[in-house]
Nanobody, 128 residues
Framework: QVQLVESGGGLVQAGGSLSLSCAAS?????MGWFRQAPGKEREFVAA????????FYADFVKGRSTISGDNAKNTVLLEMNSLKPEDTAVYYC????????????????????????WGQGTQVTVSS
């Protein structure tokens, strides 16, 4: 069982920047971020694949967010810029089990069910 610990959430003014970090206690195949705003479904934000080094973004963060990480240290960082009030949500770190990934032909990084491990979530609030 891999444990995920997030940090970096908080309150920021619209137009500002914030970085979220996540550390995994064990090996992962890839890691991602999802978010859930009050009254809404949880949605994909960004992900990174360790094997091929690809990154994936939801359309609403493209161009203003960057996901990066260190596979050896099992850490991932999400840097968000030009934040908007609609970015207010609880942000969750998630990780893909490497054993599961090895037996899977195609991995859809934006799909929740792909991720076996989840963090507790960190609140991001963007004030207008």
């Amino acid at each position: 069982q891999v444990q995920l610990v997030e940090s970096g959430g908080g309150l920021v003014q619209a137009g500002g920047s914030l970085s979220l970090s996540c550390a995994a206690s064990g090996r992962t195949y890839g890691m991602g971020w999802f978010r859930q705003a009050p009254g809404k479904e949880r949605e994909f934000v960004a992900a990174i694949s360790w094997r091929v080094g690809n990154t994936f973004y939801a359309d609403f963060v493209k161009g203003r967010s960057t996901i990066s990480g260190d596979n050896a240290k099992n850490t991932v960082l999400l840097e968000m810029n030009s934040l908007k009030p609609e970015d207010t949500a609880v942000y969750y770190c998630a990780a893909i089990d490497p054993e599961w990934a090895r037996s899977t032909a195609v991995i859809a990084y934006s799909v929740e069910e792909v991720y076996a491990y989840w963090g507790q979530g960190t609140q991001v609030t963007v004030s207008s």
